[in-house]
């Protein structure tokens, strides 16, 4: 594959045509993010690999082996530690048809790649909408008067800001967003993420604290009025399928879901991403098989506490007692220490009858 000149993008713009709704692949074609693009021949190319952050996509018709072995390479040499550079130590792979499937999977064999589903809702500017604040809050617009005050918890809006911008002073100039406060505690926050043309994407969160009281919307609201003062028409909003939460906040905020779509994700560290297929395969139901990955995990490394918890909640599942007992205790050896978690939890509820539960519960209390 050939690293294509920044010049030549326009080359590959029809490539990425089924995949309009990925606003950052948008941004790298318009110049907006600084981004490579690899194809398999830089004058006709039929196959294209770009990413940005944790955010890496193909488009085009996949190729053969050979391809598969270049992508690969690219894959694990520039984009893995490009990344791991940055600090970033996850990521997910974005592909327009179902027909890429085999392509990935042998590109990133032995990898271990979590196939999920994602979901994307999208909505216009429409007309300015109330939004009605309980006493004691208020909504502001992110700029450098905002920043400058003594907030408590600053880092938890600049630590987003520079996540898809590459400073404080970079988002203030590229983007845009509102805060809500609460005496001198960011409360939650909605910024625009990849901003190319009239669209951006949206990022929101809502301090822990403050959750399940519709925060998330009238934030959402918030941004919404702003950007129409800005000019911007159009929004897109992803979020993993499993994500009630956020999917019901976009629905509540006017967005409509347009499409579900694929993609596959997982983490750099291999310890952390088979690990993390044990904690999918548990999401299935597959005791056995989350109970193979967590063991693998183990053979590769030091796992954290919630790894060992996992293990032990599909050994108990499907019967194997004592490793269900080993894995409690290796989990307790690593910081788990929650007894309400322990005695609550309706996998372990076949081992509180058998010798060592009354020892495990002495541990944590």
């Not at 709704?21 to 294209?48: C, E, F, K, S, T």
């Not at 019967?319 to 690593?334: C, Q, S």
Request: hydrophobic residues 40%; contains cysteine.
């Amino acid at each position: 594959m050939f690293l294509l000149n920044r010049l030549d993008f326009e080359r590959v713009r029809s490539l990425f045509r089924k995949m309009d709704m990925h606003l950052p692949l948008q941004a790298i074609l318009a110049g907006n993010v600084i981004a490579p693009i690899y194809v398999d021949n830089p004058i006709n190319p039929q196959v294209a690999m770009t990413w940005t952050g944790h955010r890496i996509y193909l488009a085009g018709t996949p190729g053969n082996t050979e391809l598969i072995r270049a992508a690969r390479k690219i894959f694990l040499e520039n984009f893995s530690m490009s990344a791991w550079n940055e600090g970033i130590d996850s990521y997910f792979l974005g592909y327009p048809t179902p027909k890429w499937e085999p392509f990935v999977q042998s590109m990133l064999q032995q990898k271990y790649p979590i196939k999920n589903n994602r979901l994307y809702f999208s909505r216009s500017a429409g007309r300015e909408e109330p939004v009605n604040l309980p006493e004691g809050f208020s909504i502001s617009f992110v700029d450098r008067d905002f920043l400058a005050k003594s907030w408590s918890n600053l880092d938890y809006l600049t630590d987003e800001m520079v996540s898809e911008r590459v400073s404080v002073e970079d988002f203030l100039d590229k983007s845009f967003g509102v805060c809500l406060t609460n005496n001198d505690l960011i409360v939650g926050w909605c910024l625009s993420e990849y901003n190319t043309g009239h669209r951006c994407e949206i990022g929101i969160s809502v301090h822990p604290d403050f959750r399940l009281r519709g925060f998330a919307v009238l934030l959402t609201k918030a941004f919404i009025n702003q950007a129409r003062t800005l000019e911007y028409a159009k929004f897109g909003w992803h979020c993993h399928a499993g994500n009630v939460g956020s999917a019901a906040t976009a629905l509540k905020a006017g967005f409509e879901k347009i499409s579900d779509y694929p993609v596959y994700m997982g983490w750099f560290d291999d310890v952390i991403n088979i690990a993390n297929n044990g904690y999918f395969a548990h999401g299935r139901g597959e005791f056995t098989e989350a109970l193979d990955f967590y063991e693998k995990a183990f053979s590769l490394g030091d796992a954290p506490d919630w790894a060992f918890w996992g293990a032990a909640c599909d050994a108990a599942m499907i019967g194997e007692v004592d490793k269900a007992f080993k894995y409690l205790d290796m989990a307790i050896d690593h910081g788990f220490d929650d007894p309400d978690q322990i005695m609550g939890s309706k996998y372990l509820q076949n081992l509180h009858d058998k010798e060592g539960w009354s020892v495990i519960l002495k541990r944590v209390q």
